[in-house]
Nanobody, 114 residues
Framework: QVQLVESGGGLVQPGGSLRLSCAAS????????MGWYRQAPGNQRELVAT???????NYADFVKGRFTISRDAAKNMMYLQMDSLKLEDTAVYYC????????WGQGTQVTVSS
């Protein structure tokens, strides 16, 4: 079992920044891929970014150049630095981990509004 707990969501103005954190209950060395997904009201959950156990990132086109995924293996943490936020980035953001099966966190709300 892997438990994932997100934090760092909130309300931010367009053009602002937020940093999301995901705490894993196991060593992230044992997790092949971790990632961030998001789901806006009325929309399907979509991939935002992933990072492999080797540290290779992958981004959805709509966040390239604005978001940065990273991890701290010593702390069993994953992060999503979100810059230049847009209104359309408003969503619940979920942490995801693939370790023989898929695990999800409970989500954290990000609201971009003026």
């Amino acid at each position: 079992q892997v438990q994932l707990v997100e934090s760092g969501g909130g309300l931010v103005q367009p053009g602002g920044s937020l940093r999301l954190s995901c705490a894993a209950s196991v060593s992230i060395f044992s997790i092949s891929t971790m990632g961030w997904y998001r789901q806006a009201p009325g929309n399907q959950r979509e991939l935002v970014a992933t990072i492999t156990s080797g540290g290779t990132p992958n981004y959805a086109d709509f966040v390239k150049g604005r978001f940065t995924i990273s991890r701290d293996a010593a702390k069993n943490m994953m992060y999503l630095q979100m810059d230049s936020l847009k209104l359309e980035d408003t969503a619940v953001y979920y942490c995801n981990a693939l370790r023989r099966t898929t695990y999800w966190g409970q989500g954290t709300q990000v609201t971009v509004s003026s």
